[in-house]
Each structure stands twice: as C-alpha cells, then as structure tokens.
C-alpha cells in the first residue's frame, strides 16, 4: 500500500529539469488568455552567441527546422508534452534523433526561447526547470578581490523564480 502510494506521488510530481543553458531570463512566461490571445508561451533567455544549448529531459526530436526565418527544434518529452527549443543558430539534434537530458541539441543565438506544451495547453517552464540555490555574493566589478563563492546546489522549483 505504501509503495503504491510513493509511485503514484513519484508520477504525480512535477518533473525536474535541468535549463537549456546558464543564462539569465530576460522575459518571463505570461499567459494567454484564450488560445489566440497575446501572452508570451515560455521563457526567453539571454546567452553568448554559440552557446551549447542542452535538452532540459530525455525525449525523441519530432521538428527541427526553420519557421518564419526562425530555427526551432522540438523535443517530445512525454506523451502529447513537446518542449520547444526556438531563435538557434544551428542544430545538432535532428528530427527521429533519441536526445538525453543535458545533451548539446543545437547552439544558441543572442537570444533563446524555451517553450513547454501539454497537448494544445503552454505551461510555465520555469515551474519545471531547476535552479541554482546558495550563497548569493556581490563581485567586484574590477574582480580585483574576488571570494569563492562557497558551496551552491541545485533544487527543483516550487513555483516561478523570485525576483
């Protein structure tokens, strides 16, 4: 009884993510109202030009291509669960590829977007992934007189991230 317990809360858990590349999210996921309404479908960060960009999960490439002039590429996770990887420079991963969490699936542009969708549902993907906990430290800007940092790990969100 027990056991069954634990799988069925181990199944019922939000997954927990690793993000597609160590960078800052420079616009956060908004909501649509209605499926035609204006919102913004997932998370857009702002990495180095060349970037490895890292599947967030294990899953099989269904598109890699281009869209308006624009390079995406889309994973699925789980069943009817895509996560769309969007604005790369380049892909590595193709269409029918089998991909592992954490591995270079293409390179990223200035920008790089990062979309989650159940079915024909968006969900926040800042709600999946996890994030860098610890010691937050003020750097020099002449980085003159750096510290170590001490010890940081990382945690699986519980909601979107503070501010």
């Known amino acids: 009884m027990i056991a069954a317990l634990l799988v069925v ?29 204006p919102g913004h479908r997932g998370l857009e960060y702002r990495p180095l030009l060349g970037t490895p960009v890292r599947a967030v999960a294990p899953g099989t490439v269904t598109f890699a291509g281009v869209v308006a002039g624009t390079k995406y590429l889309v994973i699925e996770v789980a069943p009817g669960q895509k996560v769309t990887y969007g604005m790369l420079a380049s892909f590595v991963a193709r269409a029918g590829d089998r ?27 800042a709600s999946l992934l996890e994030r860098r906990l610890g ?19 990382w945690a699986c969100a519980t909601g979107p991230p503070a501010r």
């Open 9 to 37: 809360a181990a199944l019922a858990a939000p997954p927990c993510w690793h993000p597609p590349v160590e960078s800052v999210v420079t616009d956060a996921f908004r909501a649509p109202a209605c499926t035609w309404c």
């Open 135 to 153: 010691p937050l430290r003020l750097v020099p800007v002449d980085r003159r007189t750096v510290r170590p940092a001490g010890s940081s790990r």
């Open 99 to 125: 991909v592992v969490q954490g591995q270079v699936v293409g390179r990223s542009t200035a920008r790089l977007f990062l979309g989650v969708r159940q079915g024909n549902h968006y969900l926040d993907p």
